[in-house]
């Protein structure tokens, strides 16, 4: 997917790519955006307590830094929109500081689709795609997995050709 050219990374996106990109990308600005619930287990994991044993600690903390970074989450989803053609297909072409906000962005949309499909570090992803498709084939889960697998996929495609970015 992505490779490197000149001091860049370089990659071709298909317009069904560009579509789920955007979704993603639009979803995460939606949800930190629109009246952020600390009760949704997804706001909890891209905001985890700095003080799990002390709430009161975590809470004054939480009070200091979570504009700043809820700022920079919304930043880097939005350089994804920013990247990606507005509509179709196309090539998206990322400096280092770009990459970085890419692969910020991605991995807050890992973490909270993992969330929401239950998705622990002992999870068999193959295997649970696998299962969805026996269930159900034509259901949002299927999609959701295959959506969550293209999303690591595409980190990792970045992750590969970044150190080598000046």
């Not at 985890?48 to 004054?60: L, T």
């Not at 906000?101 to 295997?127: P, Q, V």
């Not at 084939?137 to 990792?156: D, H």
């Amino acid at each position: 997917m992505f490779r490197r050219s000149g001091g860049q990374c370089v990659a071709t996106f298909a317009h069904d790519e560009v579509r789920v990109l955007r979704k993603v990308a639009a979803e995460v600005v939606g949800l930190l955006t629109d009246g952020m619930d600390h009760t949704d287990p997804v706001v909890s994991r891209l905001f985890p307590d700095i003080y799990p044993d002390r709430p009161d600690d975590s809470q004054e903390f939480r009070l200091y830094t979570e504009g700043d970074l809820k700022t920079g989450k919304i930043d880097q989803a939005g350089a994804i929109l920013a990247a990606l053609p507005d509509e179709g297909e196309g090539e998206v072409r990322l400096d280092g500081e770009a990459a970085e906000a890419w692969l910020r962005a991605i991995n807050d949309a890992r973490l909270a689709m993992g969330t929401r499909l239950e998705i622990g570090a002992d999870t068999d992803l193959s295997e649970e795609l696998d299962n969805a498709v026996v269930d159900d084939p034509g259901s949002s889960r299927v999609f959701q997995l295959s959506v969550y697998a293209y999303l690591g996929y595409l980190q990792e495609s970045l992750l590969s050709v970044l150190p080598e970015i000046e």
